[in-house]
């Protein structure tokens, strides 16, 4: 059974960093774009950030400068370094591999004063 499971989330202050971590299998990192997509209240899922199997990124506007992606296949994991946060930023985060077309079960996010 194809796995992606996340962590990392919490309820920080605007300003404060968080890193998220997604761990798959190696068979999926091997084979699969990886990426993180975010889904607000009433908001349709957006991406984040993707990384391919070279490790080439991708990110949405609103993230540019503030959000890292980065893998690491020695440890199995996708993982994105979220600083300078904002209220804006408050989302389930997911991880998603995408030839596999595979969705992790989300991780909150709240920022807020």
């Known amino acids: 059974q194809v796995q992606l499971v996340e962590s990392g989330g919490g309820l920080v202050q605007p300003g404060a960093s968080l890193r998220l971590s997604c761990v798959a299998s190696?068979?999926?990192?091997?084979?699969?774009?990886m990426g993180w997509y975010r889904q607000a209240p009433g908001n349709e899922r957006e991406l984040v950030a993707t990384i391919t199997r070279g490790g080439s990124t991708n990110y949405a506007n609103s993230v540019k400068g503030r959000f890292t992606i980065s893998r690491d296949n020695a440890k199995n994991t996708v993982n994105l370094q979220m600083r300078n946060l904002e209220p804006e930023d408050t989302a389930v985060y997911y991880c998603y591999a995408q030839e596999w077309r595979t969705w992790g079960q989300g991780t909150q996010v709240t920022v807020s004063s």
């Open positions: 190696r068979m999926i990192l091997l084979t699969n774009t």
